[in-house]
């Protein structure tokens, strides 16, 4: 059974910068898609980063901020967050789905963590 869970998450100020962690158990196929995605309190879910087989994609609103990066070796996936905006406050959450491709949609991915909080004040 695939397994996430999410950890790095707190509050910070405007300029700051965070890591989250992503560890991964029971993920058997050997290739899978990795994202991470944030939720606004009261908003949709959006993706943020997504690394698979090649190049990670971001959301322009991350672009040059965000780093998404994996160590296999400890099946952990990261998110560094830098120059952190207020903006950028949200539920934040790990998915992994088999495949070879990135993608920012939720729909694309089948198993979720249960979320990591960030608070950025202004």
């Known amino acids: 059974q695939e397994h996430l869970a999410e950890s790095g998450g707190g509050s910070v100020q405007a300029g700051g910068s965070l890591r989250l962690s992503c560890v991964a158990s029971?993920?058997?196929?050997?290739?899978?898609?990795m994202g991470w995605f944030r939720q606004p309190s009261g908003k949709e879910r959006e993706g943020v980063a997504s690394?698979?087989?090649?190049?990670?994609i971001y959301a322009d609103s991350v672009k040059g901020r965000f780093t998404i990066s994996q160590d296999k070796a400890k099946n952990t996936l990261y998110l560094e967050m830098n120059s952190l905006e207020p903006e950028d406050t949200g539920l934040y959450y790990c998915?992994?789905?088999?495949?070879?491709?990135?993608?920012?949609?939720?729909?694309?991915?089948?198993?979720w963590g249960q979320g990591t909080q960030v608070t950025v004040s202004s």
């Open positions: 998915a992994a789905a088999p495949g070879y491709d990135t993608s920012l949609r939720s729909v694309h991915y089948t198993s």
């Open positions: 029971g993920l058997s196929r050997k290739w899978y898609r």
């Open positions: 690394l698979a087989t090649g190049a990670p």
